[in-house]
């Protein structure tokens, strides 16, 4: 079984500032994807950034950028040049590589202040 | 763009009432996905089906959820009876798993929203 621990219930930062959320997992498997999900208040959740366990080069999508530690189990996000369009809870989350199976984390409800 | 349709959007009913919910995936996407999200939580896996097959329902309390995908297209999930703590966001996800190009990303739909009086 997979867990995914999100250690940061709440964070804010300010607009135009750089801010990292934190993720680590716990899995035996060694191939799988690792995901950060965007879920802006009443609105559907989306996909921010995806990252192959293989890949060693971390995936970044603009001001997106991720550190993958895949020793450490550790999956954080960093987001740069913070709008306020980032307000929105972001989850973290596994998929094996075969079946597909997800779990997320709890979330980190981000706030980007004026 | 191609999106994951989901229906109700909103649904409030009696404790020991019946429900269902409807999901239709993106086209071809073999795999669907039904969770469920208590306000302020993530989302956990009620069942996972790969085309008209259940590869995963260990958290689908089965006495009184059930969940079909009977031509491996869409799904409807059905609670009955009710219970105050099922209220909750039941979201449907669906993703193509596999090496092409896409696949293995979850598509959410917006999600039914259940309240249960």
């Known amino acids: 079984a997979q867990t995914v621990t999100q250690s940061q219930p709440e964070m804010s930062v300010q607009e135009a500032e750089t801010v990292t959320l934190s993720c680590t997992y716990d899995t035996s498997e060694n191939n799988y994807y690792l995901f950060w999900y965007k879920q802006p208040p009443s609105r559907q959740m989306i996909l921010v950034i995806r990252?192959?366990?293989?890949?060693?080069q971390n995936a970044t999508e603009n001001r997106f950028s991720v550190n993958f530690q895949k020793a450490a189990k550790s999956f954080s996000l960093k987001i740069s040049d913070s709008q306020l369009g980032d307000t929105a809870m972001y989850f973290c989350?596994?998929?094996?590589?075969?079946?597909?199976?997800?779990?997320f984390g709890d979330g980190t409800t981000l706030t980007v202040k004026p | 763009e191609a999106e994951v349709a989901q229906s109700p959007r909103y649904k409030i009913t009696e404790k020991s009432q019946a429900v269902a919910f409807w999901c239709d995936p993106i086209?071809?996407?073999?795999?669907l996905y039904w969770y469920r999200q208590i306000l302020g939580q993530g989302p956990e896996l009620l069942v996972q089906f790969q085309d008209e097959s259940v590869v995963d329902d260990s958290q689908l309390p089965k006495d009184r959820f059930s969940a079909e995908r009977l031509k491996g297209v869409d799904s409807t999930l059905k609670i009955q009876p009710a219970e105050l703590g099922d209220s909750a966001m039941y979201l449907c996800?669906?993703?193509?798993?596999?090496?092409?190009?896409?696949?293995?990303?979850?598509?959410f739909g917006a999600g039914s929203r259940l309240t249960v009086l």
């Open positions: 996800a669906s993703s193509l798993i596999g090496k092409r190009s896409g696949a293995n990303v979850l598509t």
């Open positions: 086209s071809g996407h073999a795999t």
């Open positions: 990252q192959e366990a293989y890949k060693q």
């Open positions: 989350a596994f998929m094996t590589l075969l079946a597909g199976k997800s779990t």
